[in-house]
């Protein structure tokens, strides 16, 4: 089992910046593919960001392109999301997800998530 701990969220302005951070603890060899959700009220989980074990490979939804950075710190079993240029609409529960695979269609592991509000 994998156990994924959120930290990070909190209120900003738009055009603000947070920084979110994943710790994954357990069996860390299933965290190849390690991403990013987010679920604003009323609304579908969307899909984020997703990084490999690498780090070589990102990616991103459009609607975060040029915005969002993920990176991962695997001696650290940490996955980060960097948030810029931040919009209202941004505002959801952000979760973290971990799979063994590189090409994950359902992610095994989820985290509680942290709420990013983005005040206009």
């Known amino acids: 089992q994998v156990q994924l701990v959120e930290s990070g969220g909190g209120l900003v302005q738009a055009g603000g910046s947070l920084s979110l951070s994943c710790a994954a603890s357990?069996?860390?060899?299933?965290?190849?593919?390690m991403g990013w959700f987010r679920q604003a009220p009323g609304k579908e989980r969307e899909f984020v960001a997703a990084?490999?074990?690498?780090?070589?490979?990102?990616y991103y939804a459009d609607s975060v392109k040029g915005r969002f950075t993920i990176s991962r710190d695997n001696a650290k079993n940490t996955v980060y999301l960097q948030m810029n240029s931040l919009k209202p609409e941004d505002t959801a529960a952000y979760y973290c997800?971990?799979?063994?695979?590189?090409?994950?269609?359902?992610?095994?592991?989820w985290g509680q998530g942290t709420q990013v509000t983005v005040s206009s």
């Open positions: 357990g069996r860390t060899s299933s965290t190849y593919t």
């Open positions: 997800a971990a799979s063994p695979t590189p090409f994950p269609k359902e992610y095994d592991y």
């Open positions: 990084i490999r074990r690498s780090g070589g490979s990102q």
